[in-house]
């Protein structure tokens, strides 16, 4: 059986039991009288993934486009990436994944140019792309090389615990293609050995990076963290410096004595005086002790209540606004400025201009959702992007990834299990908002600080389709 209708697939005629040599004796001698011409690029088109390429392809003598038909194939004939025959585009047989994502720019087509423009590139596309002209009798293709990269997160670095006598930092970055290096440097350039390191790939065929490093104090408590593609030229860094006493601790047991010391000779001055006074003052002052360890940890909890006058016209608020979900039933509401649209946000009714916070948020999850805080002069009308330059500082379940909204590219998460209950924590005059995963305990992300300006900040969410989500408590 012969595998296709043109001589490219001549290897598949073995198969064939008898006139095979004869047949492929014949189709070599009219493939090398053919006249028609077609090269592609000298050598592979590399693209970032989600932008738009162009697969360069010439053929000679140029000739009318009605009288020109062009394939372009990856592994199989057919199904084909794109078709132009009898002087249009052909669809009925294209790849799936290729459906409303390619174009002939037959702007060329008179001057003997085919490129093929493919929309929106995903990291599946690269591979090997073949052109393949047939007109009249003669036929001729090319084989167009694409490569595919991706510039991860920014390197996240966390403090983890202290070791070996120094302090252990980690260094983690996710979304990259290929595989990525992490590279820690000196204030000097040099770089320096990692205690660990581990990459793994994710189900899209994406990268996540992860490598450690002890730090002690006095060597190289100043570093950064870069991360790069082996083979590209794309590169992310963040820079950090440790000051010194957070090195106390590195020798635990030098520390645990000190403290021993000093509680041992404050017990004999109490334990004496209490026993002079027959012990009547140490109820008063463990009670009095009790209650200033409640104001030790400034920070309150806050019960938010949503603002209907800014919720988008698809999401519905319970009656008492601790609760949203979106039903995607155009409500009757009017479109004032404080109203998101069209975006599905809603913000909290109390915002802060001082102090530190903290309130959690209770998600059943339909079709992503983000929560978090914004800038009560975020943008409410039109395109809006989430991210802090525009006031929005949040993270969550979008685009099938848990991830932290950060700029200029977002952060996976992927070493965390997306929780049902997050806690968001807002210290305004730091600037800082963090965020905990309730259900194992353990904090999910920091945002670097920030300057919200004297300006107030409110409780922020934005859901997705069939999403509800509850403000607690």
């Not at 006139?19 to 070599?28: C, F, G």
């Not at 520390?255 to 109490?270: G, K, P, S, Y």
Request: aromatic share 10%; glycine share 8%; hydrophobic share 40%.
């Amino acid at each position: 059986m012969v595998c296709c209708y043109f001589p490219p697939c001549f290897p598949c005629l073995q198969h064939v039991p008898s006139m095979s040599s004869l047949y492929w004796a014949v189709s070599r001698v009219h493939w090398t009288l053919s006249l028609l011409n077609v090269t592609g690029p000298p050598g592979p088109i590399t693209v970032a993934m989600g932008e738009d390429v162009v697969l360069p392809c010439r053929f000679s003598p140029e000739q009318r486009a009605q009288d020109t038909e062009v394939t372009w194939f990856r592994e199989h004939f057919s199904p084909f990436v794109h078709r132009y025959k009898g002087g249009q585009d052909q669809y009925g047989e294209q790849m799936l994944q290729y459906q409303g994502r390619t174009e002939l720019l037959k702007d060329g087509l008179a001057n003997g140019s085919v490129d093929l423009k493919i929309f929106r590139v995903q990291l599946s596309d690269r591979g090997n792309y073949t052109c393949f002209i047939h007109r009249d009798s003669d036929y001729d293709e090319a084989v167009v090389e694409l490569k595919v990269t991706a510039s991860g997160s920014a390197p996240l670095i966390t403090l983890e615990r202290y070791q070996d006598g120094g302090i252990r930092v980690a260094c983690r970055s996710a979304g990259w293609y290929p595989q990525p290096q992490v590279l820690w440097q000196d204030p000097h350039g040099r770089h320096l050995p990692s205690l660990s390191e581990n990459v793994t790939q994710d189900k899209s065929g994406l990268f996540a990076a992860e490598s450690s490093i002890i730090l002690t104090r006095g060597t190289n408590q100043k570093l950064s963290c870069s991360v790069r593609h082996v083979l590209q030229s794309q590169e992310q860094g963040s820079a950090f410096y440790i000051s010194d006493p957070f090195f106390h601790n590195a020798h635990p047991w030098m520390t645990a004595l000190c403290v021993v010391l000093v509680a041992a000779v404050i017990l004999l001055i109490i334990a004496a005086y209490l026993f002079k006074i027959k012990g009547i003052i140490l109820v008063w002052c463990l009670g009095k002790g009790a209650g200033q360890l409640k104001y030790a940890v400034p920070i309150e909890e806050v019960k938010v209540v949503l603002d209907p006058d800014t919720a988008h016209c698809d999401l519905v608020l319970s009656d008492d606004c601790k609760s949203v979900k979106r039903e995607d039933t155009l409500q009757d509401l009017p479109d004032i400025p404080e109203r998101f649209n069209p975006w599905r946000c809603v913000l909290g009714r109390e915002g802060f201009t001082s102090g530190r916070y903290y309130w959690e948020v209770e998600v059943v999850d339909g079709g992503g959702w983000t929560v978090g805080v914004s800038r009560q002069d975020v943008k409410r009308k039109g395109d809006i992007e989430f991210k802090p330059e525009q006031g929005i500082w949040a993270l969550g379940q979008w685009a099938g990834h848990f991830q932290a909204l950060t700029s200029p590219n977002r952060t996976l998460l992927p070493e965390i299990q997306t929780p049902k209950r997050i806690r968001v924590s807002l210290d305004y005059e730091e600037g800082r908002v963090t965020f905990f995963s309730v259900d194992e305990e353990i904090p999910i992300f920091t945002f670097p600080l920030a300057s919200f300006e004297g300006i107030s900040v409110h409780p922020w969410v934005w859901l997705g389709p069939g999403t509800w989500l509850k403000m607690c408590p």
